[in-house]
């Protein structure tokens, strides 16, 4: 059996960051994933699945030096945010006091991609790509974790970074706490003529709020929340009918709109652990919590995640029980209080955008306008966002 600091469960977004911010550290990291090592093709169309990486995240993948190896004209920095309400006249406008960008907008694979490249360079880190943990057990002071490909290691901690439906999570038998939305979100990539330049749009409706994310140029990715009902009349509507249906729910004069990519949607939900670490196991992104996407927040709470684990260990002497202990229910005070709030601001975002109720209509107007006159609400509001 060999041994090894850390071992992190899933090598996507979340788990790679996490990995490259650890082993940064000096720390010796095993990283395991059932997919192969992740590639990306710039020479082909953007992909569907892509985050809103918030401005703090942002740099912290300069420091990490993600950034810089990225290819810049994929990536879609935006530097303003205009948001409005179709039932009412309420509207705000963001754009960064501090720096040039809010955030920008990356295609997941591309992320994920650079990040493994560079954790590849690193002499303490081992990757066992396309494997899985088939059993794990643990002690007072450590884990050990049986590989399919008939690996085995001992490490301090197990982090599992393996998205919302986590076998690690399940085997260990943590509950968790779930919400249906009772809704889909709809992406696609289209081609907008006149949309304004490095701008995130929001548009909220009745039936749920239609993101517009600019990818470069006059390219933007679009998630269209939409009732579980109304999902497939959309996904399957020809290319005029669809794009007059998003028209109607964005409300806005944008020029031209090409759909310029299949359509495709996932289940919108609310969840989150009751636990967030189990003895020497952690959970980390999906696998502790997923979000509403209406405010970009899920995949940056996960980089933060793993932000605030990797700085707690940084300092402690992994082999003093008591220190790694400590920092484990620190780590669960912080981030359960921290992704609670967020959760919950989503769920209530949810309900006021797409509530019939006239005093709430009311309020959504009053409030949004009011907000767009307070300046320090306001930047408090920029620094929450990660879209």
């Not at 945010?81 to 501090?98: C, I, P, Y």
Request: charged share 20%; with cysteine; net charge neutral.
């Amino acid at each position: 059996m060999k041994k090894t600091d850390i071992l992190i469960s899933g090598a996507g977004m979340v788990g790679a960051i996490t990995a490259l911010t650890l082993a940064e550290q000096g720390h010796s990291i095993v990283l395991i994933d059932q997919a192969p090592i992740s590639t990306f093709d710039a020479d082909k169309p953007h992909q569907l699945r892509v985050s809103a990486i918030a401005h703090k995240n942002l740099q912290l993948l300069q420091k990490l030096n993600v950034l810089p190896n990225m290819i810049q004209h994929r990536l879609g920095f935006y530097n303003k945010m205009k948001v409005w309400d179709n039932r009412s006249t309420g509207a705000l406008e963001f754009d960064h006091q501090s720096g040039p960008n809010l955030g920008a907008i990356i295609e997941n694979q591309h992320l994920t991609t650079v990040t493994q490249q560079l954790l590849l360079t690193y002499p303490n880190v081992t990757i066992h790509e396309q494997a899985k943990i088939t059993d794990w057990h643990q002690e007072a002071r450590f884990i050990d974790v049986e590989l399919d490909n008939g690996e085995s290691y001992q490490a301090v901690l197990l982090i599992a970074a393996e998205g919302a439906n986590s076998n690690i999570r399940e085997q260990a038998g943590i509950e968790i706490k779930r919400k249906d939305y009772q809704q889909s979100g709809l992406v696609c990539n289209l081609k907008i003529s006149k949309a304004p330049e490095k701008t995130a749009l929001q548009a909220f409706n009745a039936t749920g709020p239609v993101g517009i994310l600019p990818l470069n140029d006059d390219l933007f990715s679009i998630v269209w929340s939409l009732p579980n009902e109304q999902v497939d009349t959309w996904l399957q509507a020809d290319k005029n009918k669809f794009i007059n249906g998003l028209k109607a729910h964005i409300n806005r004069d944008l020029g031209d709109i090409e759909l310029l990519s299949e359509r495709a949607a996932f289940p919108l939900k609310q969840m989150y652990a009751k636990q967030f670490y189990q003895e020497r196991m952690v959970l980390v992104g999906d696998a502790a919590h997923t979000v509403h996407p209406l405010a970009g927040q899920g995949v940056n709470l996960g980089i933060e995640d793993g932000q605030c684990l990797a700085a707690l260990l940084e300092d402690i002497n992994l082999k003093n029980t008591d220190e790694v202990a400590q920092a484990l229910k620190t780590y669960q005070r912080r981030r359960r209080a921290e992704v609670f709030k967020t959760s919950e601001m989503m769920t209530f975002l949810h309900h006021l955008f797409t509530t019939n109720n006239k005093p709430l209509g009311f309020l959504r107007a009053k409030g949004m306008n009011i907000l767009n006159q307070i300046n320090p609400l306001k930047s408090w509001l920029i620094e929450q966002a990660g879209s």
